[in-house]
């Protein structure tokens, strides 16, 4: 979000490339431009890199605590922003009820993102909510409904919630817009072996593994392989 005035919008960019790719250094140039007037965009930034040094808790608390007192002139679709960003960080601090008070209150302020849908979902489903997951994610592809990532979400969701045919539906989807998406291809496996059809699950996770080899969801995909070829045997 561009809430930094001009002048400091490059600064701004430069501290969040340097907070995700290095964040270490990210860390370091955000407390030093916040000494030197950087304030929200060099708290918001700082915030940033404790996420991509996995302080999951401490950014929490430091981008909800941006999020409240942010200026009521900010627009709506920057506080919105930080507070899915506080929100997210959240859910990875293991806090998914903090996490979905901040992300309701993120998507009161821009409705519009889909985004902020699927962020909120995420939150109910670590809960076991899976209905109101499938409620969020198509609110999200209301707005985007060329997602892979939210339809594979949906079919998830509702395989969890016992409507294995819905779920079978939404990955057709998911997988006819992104033929090579990793959360797609595990989920479609899933369903396929939960249908009996082991051949079609084994070769979708050995497409996935070779497309995403190296992945945590490949990891998941050999362990799903594995599993699958004890019980064959």
Same mark, same amino acid.
């Given at each position: 979000?561009?809430?930094?005035? @001009? ?10 490339? *340097? ?11 955000? #407390?030093?431009? %916040? ?17 991509? *040094?996995? %302080? ?45 008070? #901040? ?12 985004? *902020? ?7 109910? &489903?670590?809960? !076991?909510?899976? &209905?109101?997951?499938?409620?969020? @994610?198509?609110?999200?592809?209301? #707005? ?37 998406? &990793? ?5 479609? !496996? ?5 249908? !009996? ?5 084994? %070769? ?16 998941? &995909? ?10 064959? %045997?």
């Amino acid at each position: 979000p561009n809430y930094a005035p @001009l002048d400091k919008r490059e600064n701004y960019q430069k501290c969040m490339r *340097l907070a995700r790719n290095s964040p270490d250094k990210g860390f370091e140039e955000a #407390l030093r431009w %916040q000494d030197h007037g950087g304030a929200d965009a060099a708290r918001h930034c700082a915030a940033v890199a404790l996420i991509h *040094l996995k %302080q999951f808790k401490e950014a929490a608390v430091r981008l909800e605590a941006l999020a409240q007192k942010m200026p009521k002139s900010t627009p709506d679709a920057v506080r919105a922003e930080i507070f899915a960003h506080a929100g997210q960080a959240w859910l990875e601090a293991n806090d998914p009820t903090h996490a979905f008070t #901040l992300q309701s209150i993120a998507i009161k302020l821009n409705p519009q993102n889909a985004q *902020l849908w699927v962020d909120r979902a995420t939150s109910h &489903a670590s809960k !076991g909510r899976y &209905a109101d997951a499938v409620e969020d @994610l198509s609110e999200s592809l209301k #707005l985007r409904p060329g997602s892979a990532e939210a339809w594979t979400l949906r079919a998830s969701a509702y395989r969890y919630a016992g409507n294995l045919a819905a779920a079978r539906h939404d990955i057709v989807r998911a997988i006819s817009i992104d033929p090579a998406h &990793a959360g797609g291809l595990l989920e479609s !496996g899933i369903l396929m072996r939960l249908a !009996g059809d082991k051949d079609s699950a084994r %070769q979708e996770w050995l497409k996935l593994i070779e497309l995403h080899e190296g992945s945590p969801v490949a990891e998941t &995909a050999k362990r799903n392989l594995e599993i699958l070829d004890v019980n064959t %045997q």
